[in-house]
């Protein structure tokens, strides 16, 4: 790049370079991090929400809870703690669901601070290394008393600005990764919130249509409406904001 080898800029860019290499090596370190903890947190919505409506109207959501107990999962955890208070006062259930999925929202939220302050910090380390290599190469021009070729200063600004380079050629992708990940913490959360929605809506239908037939097995009306949540579930996602903004 620009004539020069990357240790050859590297040590033109003075000893800001090395924050700014730590600060790169941390940032991959982070976003690797996270993406395995991604993936290895995700789970297949629909399936489970398939898998929640057969065990509805089959009335076999024991052995669910069951199978589901022991999985780390944040969407598996939601609807363990949903199902074991089911049958609990709506404001007590509701309160176990909310403290549960906050908890697994700060695990997607985790370390995610620290790629917002790389961001933030690197082209602020950048800038830092270009004022103090301009003020370094005016000190040079004082000290020959004024007689220096254009040549000599352009040269002295070229070097200094290396560090802003290298500080934005840092931040823009951990930016990038930052925003990509919010996404994906933010997605996660909605989906327990569209999870527990769902399960209110599903398990009142069915209490409704035992109710009516005075048959604990007449689950009919609730898994059409099962059905019909299903195929929409950015309708619940809407839904339960609207109702959190009145």
Known sequence: ???QSVTELFQRGGPVMWPLLGCSILAVALIAERLVVYRRLR?????LLTDLQS???DGSLGQLVDRLGG???PLHRVVVAYLRHRDAEKAFRDQVVLREASQQVARYDRRLNWLGILTHATPLLGLLGTVAGLVGAFHQIELKGGQVQPGDLASGIWSALLTTVCGLTIALPCLAAYHLLQSVA???ALQMQWVASQLDEWLSGANVSREETGDPEATSSSGRRCRRWIRYPGNVGRRFRSNSVR
Do not use: K, N, T
């Open 1 to 3: 790049m620009w004539g």
């Open 43 to 47: 789970v297949a919505y629909q399936a």
């Open 55 to 57: 065990r509805i109207e």
């Open 71 to 73: 999985s780390q999962r």
């Open 186 to 188: 933010g997605r996660a």
